[in-house]
């Protein structure tokens, strides 16, 4: 079997990393940063994931880490309880995880099986029919059988492989900010959610504390995204003069060390390989709001390492032929999740909120 290079080790990285070592290929992860982040908002395992997983043999780890969280509570603009909508029970085969958790169970499950560059990333590529040459911006350049691109929604791998980020990744005019409390949550078991037209403020209880997430409507030009500092003053000019507890969120922001943030947007390639050069996870296809691009993130992961290592000639077709089937209809929801968690207007909101009295689940 050929070494193989991964560019990230998140969700995706960790994840095809552990699968292609499983099936026989000496794999290299390289990650940007420095280690694992501690930031990031609760995300879901489910669906096609689950197997994974458990074939991982980390669901016992991962059922270790999982939210307390049983109940959604919508907020008036006084802070009161517009509805409560119960979440449904766990059947054994979903969990919610904070992300920075679920990473690291990946990170120490893959660990074993395959090498990890920390505070290193891909400068140049240079494929050809047989291979890629790689140079790294620390380590010394080097030959790789394949290079797969796990580095997210502004992936190196994809502009170096692909083409500029521009003719590829859709924003949708929304901008997400998460940070932790650095405490327990005032209600464990219950995600908040305060409102106004084209801005959320959701404090959601993790686990061991609390985190808060600024999802909000925004047309934003020359974003560095890791300027941190930016990102804080963007936040704050955003959220500036609304009201409930805002103002002391956003002072626990400007304090915050470990802040994620970002524009949610739709990643759309016509094609996610090129040669010896594939992608995975969201540098392939963002497309989630609600914490569902880690479940297929996982799946595709999966996918990706089987369809490589049973045929490598073919491998990056097979795979992309079966995750886009499961890709496709998560993006065209985007705009409809969008809609019902950042109503535009109050008119819009007003409407989410009646729908949610109405829910089935409603409590």
């Not at 070592?21 to 990031?40: D, I, K, L, P």
Request: hydrophobic letters at 45%.
């Amino acid at each position: 079997m050929e070494d193989v290079l991964i560019c990230g080790a998140g969700v995706a990285g960790s994840t095809l990393a552990y699968w292609l070592a499983r099936n026989g290929f000496e794999v290299t992860v390289v990650e940007r940063a420095q280690g694992m982040r501690s930031s990031g908002n609760p995300v879901d395992v489910r669906g096609p994931a689950m197997p994974v997983v458990e074939a991982m043999g980390v669901v016992n780890r991962l059922r270790d880490v999982v939210t307390r969280t049983k109940r959604v509570r919508l907020l008036g603009g006084d802070g009161r309880r517009i509805a409560t909508v119960g979440l449904p029970a766990a059947k054994g085969d979903e969990l919610e995880i904070p992300r920075s958790d679920l990473v690291t169970v990946l990170y120490e499950a893959a660990r074993g099986e395959a090498g990890f560059l920390f505070d290193d990333t891909i400068v140049g590529l240079r494929p050809d029919e047989h291979g890629v040459d790689v140079t790294f911006d620390r380590a010394p350049p080097r030959r790789f059988g394949f290079v797969i691109g796990a580095d997210g929604l502004h992936s190196a791998v994809r502009r170096l492989g692909f083409g500029p980020e521009r003719s590829f990744v859709r924003p949708t005019g929304i901008h997400v900010a998460t940070t932790s409390f650095g405490e327990p949550a005032d209600h464990p078991e219950d995600v908040l959610l305060y409102n106004t037209p084209g801005r959320l403020v959701a404090l959601h209880p993790s686990r061991d504390e609390g985190g808060v997430a600024f999802i909000f409507r925004a047309r934003i030009d020359g974003v560095d995204y890791r300027d941190m500092a930016q990102h804080k003053r963007i936040v704050a000019t955003a959220y500036r003069g609304m009201g409930w507890r805002v103002p002391a969120l956003l002072e626990r922001l400007q304090d915050a060390d470990d802040v994620f943030f970002d524009a949610v947007s739709v990643v759309d390639l016509p094609s996610w390989s090129r040669g010896r050069i594939a992608l995975v996870g969201d540098a392939a296809s963002c497309v989630s709001l609600l914490g569902e691009g880690s479940s297929l993130a996982i799946a595709g992961a999966h996918t990706l390492a089987t369809a490589l290592a049973a045929a490598p000639a073919t491998g990056f077709r097979r795979y992309e032929a079966e995750h886009r089937a499961r890709v496709m209809p998560k993006q065209r929801t985007v705009k409809l999740t969008a809609a019902l968690l950042v109503p535009k207007t109050k008119a819009g909101l007003t409407t989410r909120n009646l729908v949610a009295r109405a829910w089935p689940w409603s409590v």
